[in-house]
């Protein structure tokens, strides 16, 4: 059985997307067969492997909305074992359309259930907020990823998350787990992205992962290229932080 990991937070751009396109292209390279599930409105992972929204004539908004078979929204992509459901904005339409559905915030669970089961891993990327898409997102996890910029208030709004995956924990998904804490866009130069690792591991210990996701430029170019780094600049820093990061994980079993 394949291992679902929801890569969350409700603050926005803290890494959450580069994560999601990279750990996946990382797992991949490792031989694992990926699925890489974009349950964001912004889209920024499914542009970011080089699906194209002309393209992507199904999504996941057909998926969770229609309750369409999840093989119709299906993009292979440049990185071998690395498959991608896309997003779109109308997704953010799916935050109202899903309100009044039975069983609400398990319709992500229920319907790629069929699909997820034929990936060592899937990698779910959700939107900068707790709303009813991230919440999908963790009832259909078995654990959470939490990235933290390395920046001013990283810490702040963290319980916050920490509390909504203790209650879907009680009352959603009984197995959800912390998969672990990733510090992004580290600058070994500065003070502060020094002071919030340390302020990181102080909290969390163990469950911070000894890789560090450094502040790189090839990080921030790759995507408008459609291309995860691994592809775009495989042998930059950045690359081999995710590389890092999949063997940390593979590790963790
Ligand atoms: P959102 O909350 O909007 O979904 P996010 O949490 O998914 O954002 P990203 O989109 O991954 O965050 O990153 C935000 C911006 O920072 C992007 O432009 C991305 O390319 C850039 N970025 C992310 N990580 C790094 C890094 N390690 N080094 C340099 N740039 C980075
Ligand atoms: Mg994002």
Not at 98 to 111: F, I, M, N, S
Not at 184 to 196: A, G, K, Y
């Given at each position: 059985?394949?291992?679902?990991?929801?890569?969350?937070?409700?603050?926005?751009?803290?890494?959450?997307?580069?994560?999601?396109?990279?750990?996946?292209?990382?797992?991949?390279?490792?031989?694992?067969?990926?699925?890489?599930?974009?349950?964001?409105?912004?889209?920024?992972?499914?542009?970011?492997?080089?699906?194209?929204?002309?393209?992507?004539?199904?999504?996941?908004?057909?998926?969770?909305?229609?309750?369409?078979?999840?093989?119709?929204?299906?993009?292979?992509?440049?990185?071998?074992?690395?498959?991608?459901?896309?997003?779109?904005?109308?997704?953010?339409?799916?935050?109202?359309?899903?309100?009044?559905?039975?069983?609400?915030?398990?319709?992500?669970?229920?319907?790629?259930?069929?699909?997820?089961?034929?990936?060592?891993?899937?990698?779910?990327?959700?939107?900068?907020?707790?709303?009813?898409?991230?919440?999908?997102?963790?009832?259909?996890?078995?654990s959470v990823l939490i990235?933290i910029?390395?920046?001013?208030?990283?810490?702040?709004?963290?319980?916050?998350?920490l509390?909504?995956?203790?209650?879907?924990?009680?009352?959603?998904?009984?197995?959800?787990d912390l998969e672990g804490i990733l510090l992004?866009?580290?600058?070994?130069?500065?003070?502060?992205?020094?002071?919030?690792a340390e302020e990181a591991r102080h909290f969390f210990g163990q469950k911070v992962y000894q890789t560090l996701?450094?502040?790189?430029?090839?990080?921030?170019?790759?995507?408008?290229?459609?291309?995860?780094?691994?592809?775009?600049?495989?042998?930059?820093?950045?690359?081999?932080?995710?590389?890092?990061l999949?063997?940390e994980i593979?590790e963790n079993g």
């Open positions: 059985m394949g291992k679902r990991i929801a890569i969350a937070n409700q603050k926005g751009g803290v890494g959450k997307t580069t994560t999601a396109i990279n750990l996946a292209a990382a797992l991949a390279r490792e031989g694992r067969r990926v699925l890489l599930v974009d349950i964001d409105p912004q889209g920024n992972a499914t542009s970011g492997v080089g699906v194209s929204l002309e393209e992507a004539d199904r999504t996941i908004y057909e998926i969770l909305v229609d309750r369409e078979a999840p093989a119709q929204a299906l993009h292979t992509t440049d990185v071998e074992g690395l498959d991608l459901l896309p997003s779109d904005s109308r997704l953010a339409g799916a935050e109202v359309e899903l309100v009044p559905v039975p069983r609400r915030e398990h319709v992500l669970r229920d319907t790629i259930e069929p699909l997820a089961g034929r990936y060592h891993f899937t990698l779910f990327d959700c939107p900068p907020s707790l709303g009813l898409l991230t919440l999908n997102g963790l009832a259909a996890a078995d990235p910029q390395c920046e001013y208030y990283a810490l702040e709004g963290l319980g916050r998350l509390e909504t995956v203790e209650r879907v924990k009680e009352s959603l998904n009984p197995r959800l992004t866009m580290f600058d070994s130069r500065l003070n502060l992205s020094i002071q919030v996701i450094p502040r790189n430029v090839r990080l921030g170019e790759a995507p408008s290229f459609g291309k995860p780094v691994l592809v775009y600049d495989p042998h930059c820093i950045g690359a081999a932080s995710y590389i890092s999949a063997k593979l």
